[in-house]
């Protein structure tokens, strides 16, 4: 088994060396193939560098070649040269690779992982052999074929809650020094693929690292994906521990419980020897802590009102057009008031009550009486005489007496 497994990295490492030395030679074509362009001067323009106007073209042209196209038929499609097909595939490979997540959690044993020895140690579950645990972690995390012997009936049958969990039980739970060797194959894959992009000229990217870089990160997402789905079931036990009683439903928990893991996943330390089931319980407790009150507070704002409620119940209130056409009318009717007393009367009816003008409040006796030059006993006396010869004409002509009355 082990030297089955030599043998297999030796295929791998020499395959890889092969693909740097196409590379290479790929470069001195396109170094050619420009000499030879500048030189005779027959190049269309159609087959010259790409102008701001062919993103469009560009795109394709890399969507194509990540579908398996070749360079050559690239650039008998487009009708453009060997040499600026490379280029606009090689600038567009850039932006995705600078473009990649790489942070990681630093340890100094990446640091010291300078010989091939010491870098098997950290991407090999066991070290330099091949032991029966590191075959069982495989068939353990990649998940085994039981979920498709299961019966079809049964998952017809089932709910969409028992469905997912049974699907849980294909990705069983990892020991700690399972789960350890993973963080840190994940960190160190990506510290590997980030030194190596800080080499990589953006002007001038080099096919060959960024093939090294995309492996590494590939390499990286599927740890990442063993380490989540592993820690599945957590996320089950807190919905059904915190989630009890809130107005999301199951999936919906599960679903923002699942990206909370994935960020834990991320950010988890491993070099302080703890388990990541803590440091992930917290967080999701944290998540669910924040999540739930928002969504709650949401739904009760925009929850449907009751029509039924909303039909039974009179709405006294009056529309604006119809209070001013009471105000216009009261405001008539204490004109027509007015008109019947005398000056003095009506000067402190208009005081008392702010009829002056739009900007005038009313007064209290003493205010009153001082404006006047009288007492403010003297003032309340007039104010009633003017109101009985108010309400005498209201009276008798039938009107409506005004509420300030």
């Not at 521990?241 to 679903?255: D, M, T």
């Not at 009506?346 to 209290?364: A, C, N």
């Amino acid at each position: 088994m082990v030297k089955s497994i030599e043998k297999k990295i030796k295929r791998a490492e020499w395959e890889f060396a092969k693909v740097c030395r196409e590379r290479e030679a790929f470069e001195f074509d396109e170094k050619i193939d420009d000499l030879r362009e500048s030189s005779s001067g027959t190049v269309a323009s159609s087959r010259s560098e790409f102008s701001r106007n062919d993103e469009s073209m560009k795109e394709e042209i890399y969507q194509e070649f990540c579908r398996g196209v070749s360079i050559k038929e690239l650039a008998q499609k487009f009708g453009r040269a060997v040499a600026s097909i490379y280029r606009a595939v090689g600038a567009r490979r850039a932006e995705v690779v600078f473009a990649l997540p790489l942070d990681y959690v630093p340890s100094p044993e990446f640091e010291r992982a300078t010989t091939a020895k010491a870098e098997r140690a950290l991407l090999v579950f066991g070290g330099e052999k091949q032991t029966n645990a590191e075959q069982t972690l495989a068939i353990r995390v990649d998940g085994g074929t039981n979920a498709a012997k299961k019966s079809e009936k049964l998952r017809a049958a089932a709910t969409v809650e028992s469905a997912y969990l049974s699907r849980l039980d294909d990705s069983p739970l990892l020991s700690a020094a399972e789960e350890a060797f993973l963080f840190r194959k994940y960190n160190y894959l990506k510290f590997k693929a980030s030194r190596l992009r800080e080499k990589l000229d953006p002007k001038k990217p080099k096919m060959c690292a960024m093939d090294e870089i995309e492996r590494l990160w590939n390499e990286a997402v599927a740890t990442k994906k063993r380490l989540i789905s592993a820690n599945l079931r957590l996320v089950v036990s807190v919905v059904k521990k915190y989630g009890a009683g809130s107005l999301l439903s199951f999936n919906e928990l599960v679903s923002d419980g699942n990206v909370s893991l994935m960020k834990a996943v991320e950010k988890f330390d491993y070099t302080t020897g703890n388990r990541f089931s803590t440091y992930a319980t917290w967080a999701l407790y944290r998540n669910f802590a924040r999540t739930i009150p928002d969504e709650r507070k949401r739904v009760e704002r925009y929850r449907p009102c009751d029509v039924a409620l909303m039909e039974l119940k009179q709405d006294h209130r009056s529309s604006p057009l119809q209070a001013e056409r009471v105000y216009a009318e009261q405001t008539t009717q204490v004109n027509r008031f007015m008109r019947e007393l005398n000056e003095r009367e009506r000067k402190i009816v208009e005081m008392r009550y702010g009829f002056g003008s739009v900007d005038s409040k009313p007064q209290t006796l003493r205010q009153v009486g001082q404006n006047m030059g009288v007492t403010k006993e003297r003032v309340r006396q007039i104010e009633i005489r003017a109101l009985e010869k108010m309400r005498r004409v209201a009276e008798e002509e039938k009107l409506e007496i005004p509420d300030f009355y």
